[in-house]
């Protein structure tokens, strides 16, 4: 059955360092997604991209945050700077019909 | 602003019940409402729901929609420990070329022998 992979599956880095996760997208999945979840919180939209372009972010998703297929295969979150609230699992997700997630990124920020 | 509220937010039983979750929700340009376990990371797709009063069935667990009340339910009968998880309800809109999911915060379930 396909699936979505992400990777690095956990990532530690320094407060103001800038991360780069990568999602393996499903093959025929043409909408991609970024959630994340703060430990104990609920499961929160970041930015859904569609036809190599940005469709809708939310507030979360600040000039720090940026999205990109760059290779037409992988999908990338970058997060330039980042905070100490920015600690989180970070969850891609791609819709055919349905949207299914990859295991996750567990972001920690020292 | 979009809304999906979860009812109850944990619930304990013993392996053999049968439990009921509740999802509610607000939002607008309605495409679909999803169930999704999740254990210990990501979320699992359960089922999709897009047409009121038709119930998806998989195994012991089964949907329902009802888009006049604005709510889900979710059934799982025979309840066994590996039903232990949180399951969330999410609904997808449409919002011009993509659409988003909003979630809600989830329930508890932790079934004992």
């Known amino acids: 059955e396909p699936e979505v992979t992400q990777t690095p599956s956990h990532q530690v880095t320094q407060m103001g360092q800038e991360v780069i996760l990568r999602c393996v997208p499903i093959?025929?999945?043409?909408?991609f997604y970024w959630y994340r979840q703060i430990l104990g919180q609920k499961v929160e939209f970041l930015v859904s991209?569609?036809?190599?372009?940005?469709?809708?972010k939310s507030e979360i998703f600040d000039d720090q945050f940026s999205v990109e297929r760059p290779d037409g295969s992988n999908f990338t979150l970058k997060i330039r700077s980042t905070k100490l609230e920015d600690s989180a699992m970070y969850f891609c997700?791609?819709?055919?019909?349905?949207?299914?997630f990859g295991p996750g990124t567990r972001l920690t920020v020292l | 602003e979009d809304k999906v509220v979860q009812s109850p937010l944990s619930l304990v039983v013993h392996e053999g019940d049968t439990v009921t979750l509740n999802c509610s929700y607000e939002?607008?340009?309605?495409?679909?409402l999803l169930w999704y376990k999740q254990e210990k990371k990501a979320p699992t797709f359960l089922f999709m729901l897009?047409?009121?009063?038709i119930e998806k069935k998989s195994g012991r667990l089964s949907s329902i929609l009802d888009k006049k009340e604005l709510s889900s339910i979710l059934n799982i009968t025979a309840t066994q420990t590996g039903d232990s998880a949180i399951y969330l309800c999410a609904v997808d809109r449409f919002t011009g070329t993509a659409s988003k999911l909003t979630f809600g915060t989830g329930t508890r379930l932790q079934v004992t022998l």
């Open positions: 939002v607008t340009n309605f495409r679909s």
């Open positions: 991209f569609y036809n190599n372009e940005i469709s809708e």
């Open positions: 897009t047409s009121s009063g």
């Open positions: 997700a791609t819709r055919g019909n349905e949207q299914f």
């Open positions: 093959s025929n999945h043409l909408y």
